[in-house]
């Protein structure tokens, strides 16, 4: 917190940014959780100020994340209220305070960096296919949706083509401009003025905003439909706050709800804190059980004034960085924002259209899948490729934990072919053939090994050298002793070369 506002002409209109993001998507994600529609929002203040107090993370963003929509809806309904659902959310923020305690952030140093690209570069993508229905005036879909299914009875890509019967002229007109403005505003004649310490985003909504008013009582209208509605309208400040209600902690499924909260949410914290860190122009590392304890504590704080769970979430953490932020400053104003707003000029948001927030978020998800990360990637190869296409595909196509965990196994499955393939190198002179094996020599390489060996003809000579192998498994070498046996019986010759220094030859 030292440093907190050294970088504030930067974070500032960063936050202002995020809070303009934060704002419909806290509202979407509470309406598909089936949740009061102000716990978005609480959960969007408390990623914003508490999280942000907390975390090592300098420019991730925490808030309600639609990754967890199924799993709180189903959850409120097992469990009878949303305040007895409250309850677990408390709980699984405890949780989340001993995973950190017990240090099991570790694992996100085990997501290949690959899948994180491709899991940037997929979010990308989805922003740009869910938002293009907003933009010309079909919002049937809660604004944040990640998910390939949707709660509407359509697909992400089938969305694009229904959304074409339901089509607003203002809608689209609005977002053409905005986005107009958005790559204007990025222009260097813009950023070289004055001009640059005015967000984009915020000229857009104000467009967005008077385009709106002045359209009132024309054809043109924008119906409410096409605006952001807060649903806080006549209700009393203590009307906008849920309790938990702790009288059936006696119920398992409570604490079977909060597990299933805790390990969920955990996991999606630390693969956007991987996204984070590598969308960090600085390149900072956060410290993943701090960021743990963090989310646990805003996840309690979150459940004990009725707010949705929370996890560090990259949309708002890319949209920071899109726009400058730097430090935690810009994650703490968003929340503090959020508060403020919603608390005192909640009306203002009514004129609000869904299309100028589609435009900014094309602009978001854009900068993500820009061509040249897929043809950097690309060129580095197959290897890498594969796998980004895979978790791309396994997102747009399920979700992001299930798009991740493809994306994963097909990493493992190239490392597999990676090893089968180059364990070993076999050259032939004649009647001598020369079996040489690499650095490591693990199980994985086993199934090559043997492969090679079977080939080898009747009566002829084989050198197995193992001189720049520094780890031999016992796999490998049980295969060479039962190729020793098999060779008497077709007149082989044998000739071992053993490394200078060979480590220990147990199984890994």
């Not at 950190?100 to 491709?118: D, Q, W």
């Not at 000229?203 to 002045?214: C, E």
């Not at 050298?465 to 098999?486: G, M, P």
Request: with cysteine.
């Amino acid at each position: 917190m030292k440093n907190l506002f050294q970088t504030w002409k930067q974070d500032i209109p960063a936050g202002l940014v995020v809070f303009l993001v934060a704002v419909p998507l806290c509202l979407g994600i509470a309406l598909a959780s089936e949740a009061p529609v102000f716990s978005g929002l609480i959960a969007g203040i408390i990623g914003g100020i508490v999280v942000g107090s907390i975390s090592g993370s300098a420019i991730g963003v925490a808030g309600p994340a639609a990754g967890l929509t199924a799993i709180v809806a189903t959850a409120i309904g097992d469990l009878g209220s949303y305040e007895i659902f409250l309850s677990a959310v408390v709980f699984a923020g405890v949780f989340q305070i001993i995973l950190g305690i017990v240090k099991a952030g570790f694992i996100s140093y085990y997501f290949p960096n690959v899948v994180i690209k491709g899991m940037l570069a997929a979010i990308g993508l989805l922003i740009i296919f869910k938002q293009i229905p907003h933009a010309v005036g079909y919002d049937a879909d809660f604004e944040g949706d990640e998910s390939f299914f949707q709660a509407d009875g359509h697909n992400t890509f089938s969305e694009l083509f229904y959304s074409l019967n339901y089509i607003s002229l203002p809608a689209i007109l609005i977002c053409v401009v905005s986005i107009a403005v958005l790559i204007l505003w990025d222009n260097k004649r813009i950023q070289n003025t004055f001009l640059k310490f005015i967000p984009g985003p915020l000229i857009v909504v104000l467009i967005g905003i008077v385009a709106t008013i002045s359209l009132q009582g024309t054809s043109w209208e924008l119906i409410p439909n096409h605006r952001v509605d807060l649903g806080i309208d006549g209700k009393s400040f203590g009307e906008l706050f849920t309790f938990p209600d702790f009288s059936h902690l006696g119920n398992y499924k409570i604490y079977l709800t909060a597990a299933t909260l805790a390990i969920v949410a955990s996991l999606e914290s630390l693969l956007s804190v991987d996204a984070s860190d590598k969308l960090d122009p600085k390149k900072r590392i956060t410290p993943v059980d701090r960021e743990l304890v963090a989310q646990g504590i805003g996840n309690m704080a979150s459940g004990l004034i009725g707010g949705l769970p929370v996890t560090q979430v990259v949309v708002r953490t890319s949209a920071n960085v899109n726009s400058g932020g730097t430090n935690k400053l810009a994650t703490i104003f968003h929340g503090l924002l959020i508060a403020v707003t919603v608390l005192t000029i909640p009306s203002v948001f009514n004129f609000v259209p869904y299309a100028s927030l589609a435009a900014i978020l094309i602009m978001v998800g854009f900068k993500l899948a820009k061509p040249a990360l897929f043809k950097k990637v690309f060129k580095e190869g197959w290897l890498q490729f594969i796998p980004f296409i895979a978790t791309i595909g396994g997102i747009l196509f399920t979700n992001l934990l299930y798009g991740i965990g493809i994306g994963l196994a097909v990493s493992f499955l190239v490392i597999l072919y990676y090893n089968y393939k180059l364990s070993h190198y076999l050259s032939v002179e004649g009647e001598i053939y020369h079996v040489r094996l690499t650095e490591h020599m693990t199980f994985l390489n086993k199934a090559s090994l043997i492969e090679t060996l079977l080939k080898i003809p009747n009566g002829v000579t084989v050198i197995i050298d193992q001189s720049e192998a520094k780890f031999v498994s016992n796999d490998i070498i049980e295969s060479i002793e039962d190729f020793k046996i098999r060779a008497k019986d077709k007149n082989i010759e044998i000739e071992i070369i053993k490394p200078i220094e060979l480590e220990d030859e147990r199984d890994i």
